[in-house]
């Protein structure tokens, strides 16, 4: 075993090595995530956001609507990602008025997802899908959910190559923050799908993710 992965195993929290999941849901502060994406240092709006029609390229990851290969659903104002991504994941976005905004508003900056209702409206704001593609694979990875009220968010993991490595369930939605952590360590997180039936929406803030420094 390397250096590097004993010391990410090692900085897991006891608890993903035993979940019995491919991906368990911890405790975020229980995880050690250098690299960390505010969306503060990008242009914003308030009210519906500023409007985002195409991808969104970030220090680390980018975002979007869905992979390459799959294909978008709803369930009522909601989106919902069906099908097999395409290797290698491949970033796509939504429609036009139906992919992101960035919304600032009581201080913070959030990534908000639009449903096919479309931008502005509001049955539209924090219905939509959020995918990120990160640079490198991952093994744990957090962020901060905003405007949950007590719905249903999902989140799903990819590979590189397309192929799921499993859905995490976040029941009920809130105002919190989220860990991720893969079982044993693993390092094959490529991308990340956020999907919701949450009554107002939801939108992530503060994502958090990289691996612990290298020891020599």
Do not use: W
Not at 61 to 86: S, V, Y
Not at 100 to 109: A, I, N, Q
């Amino acid at each position: 075993m390397s250096i590097l992965r004993a010391l990410t195993i090692a900085c897991l929290p006891s608890g993903a090595l035993a979940c019995g999941a491919p991906v368990c849901l911890v405790s975020p502060d229980s995880l050690l995530l250098p690299q960390i994406i505010t969306f503060d240092d990008i242009q914003s709006g308030g009210g519906p956001g500023f409007k985002v029609d195409d991808i969104l390229s970030l220090p680390g990851a980018t975002f979007g609507e869905r992979f390459a290969g799959q294909m978008l659903t709803t369930a009522g104002p909601h989106d919902q990602i069906e099908g097999t991504a395409l290797s290698p994941l491949t970033m796509k976005p939504g429609a036009a008025g139906q992919n992101l905004s960035v919304v600032h508003f009581g201080g913070t900056t959030v990534l908000n997802g639009y449903g096919t209702a479309g931008y502005p409206k509001r049955e539209a704001q924090g219905e939509g899908a959020i995918a990120v593609l990160f640079d490198q694979n991952q093994s744990a990875l957090a962020f901060d959910l905003r405007g949950g009220e007590a719905g249903v968010a999902m989140v799903s993991f990819l590979r590189r190559d397309g192929s799921l490595i499993g859905v995490v369930p976040i029941d009920p939605t809130g105002e919190f923050a989220v860990g991720f952590a893969r079982d044993r360590g693993i390092d094959d997180i490529a991308g990340i799908i956020v999907t919701n039936t949450d009554p107002q929406g939801l939108a992530i803030d503060t994502l958090r993710f990289g691996k612990p420094p290298e020891v020599s």
